[in-house]
């Protein structure tokens, strides 16, 4: 059982370059959720989904889209980095247990853009 | 004002000894609240979720004050293991938004 898995890994990027994020996950969950990580920032929601075909804004949208036309696939894109978009992203998906429930994350994709 | 807020810390805590996080929220109608720990360069992980009256688990309790909007996490006989960041999730029903703060890293010291 795979849970949540992003790809790529690692990526560099020059400025104005365009690239997708991927995450799958395999536990049929509803939600899934884009953050990003920089240091002393804790992790900010860039865009979520709350079931296929829907998508919503969270802290930071600007810069990313995202697609979620398959539930177990949420897609988050860059069309053109800037260096500010150099960070940690980490993709998640929830699992509702009646008022309460658990995120599952993938383990990261560090993205550099120079 | 940030929707969840934390005190970032360090705490640099002997071992052995107790230590607590607070972890206020600005929306009173946040429903479900959280723990995660996550440890350098890792994804974080749930360490607890928080129930309405108060919940434990071996050393670590939790306890939500709706009153007061805030959330805290108690570790008694701190372990070395224990360090890490320690992050408090609040979810707001009816968007399904996930926040988190800004965690707060604990070092416990030989």
């Known amino acids: 059982n795979a849970g949540v898995t992003q790809t790529p890994k690692f990526r560099v990027l020059k400025t104005g370059q365009s690239m997708t994020l991927l995450c799958a996950q395999d536990?049929?969950?509803?939600?899934m959720y884009w953050y990003r990580q920089d240091p002393g920032m804790g992790l900010r929601l860039i865009h979520y989904?709350?079931?296929?075909?829907?998508?919503a804004k969270g802290e930071v949208p600007d810069g990313y889209n995202v697609s979620r036309l398959k539930k177990q696939n949420f897609l988050l894109g860059l069309e053109s980095a800037a260096p500010s978009q150099t960070s940690v992203y980490f993709c998640?998906?929830?699992?509702?247990?009646?008022?309460?429930?658990?995120?599952?994350f993938g383990e990261g994709s560090r993205l550099t853009v120079l | 004002r940030k929707e969840v807020e934390q005190d970032p810390g360090p705490f640099n805590v002997p071992e052995g000894a107790t230590v607590a996080f607070n972890c206020t929220y600005s929306?009173?109608?946040?429903?479900?609240f959280f723990w995660y720990r996550q440890d350098c360069r890792k994804e974080p992980k749930l360490l607890m979720s928080?129930?309405?009256s108060g919940n434990e688990d071996g050393r670590f309790t939790a306890q939500l004050n709706r009153a007061s909007q805030y959330i805290s996490l108690l570790i008694r006989d701190s372990k070395l293991s224990d360090s890490a960041t320690y992050l408090c999730?609040?979810?707001?029903?009816?968007?399904?938004?996930?926040?988190f703060g800004t965690g707060t890293r604990l070092t416990i010291i030989p």
């Open positions: 998640a998906s929830y699992e509702r247990q009646g008022q309460t429930g658990e995120l599952f």
């Open positions: 536990m049929n969950h509803e939600y």
């Open positions: 989904s709350v079931g296929e075909g829907t998508t």
């Open positions: 929306n009173s109608a946040s429903q479900s």
């Open positions: 928080v129930y309405s």
């Open positions: 999730v609040v979810m707001n029903f009816g968007n399904e938004k996930l926040t």
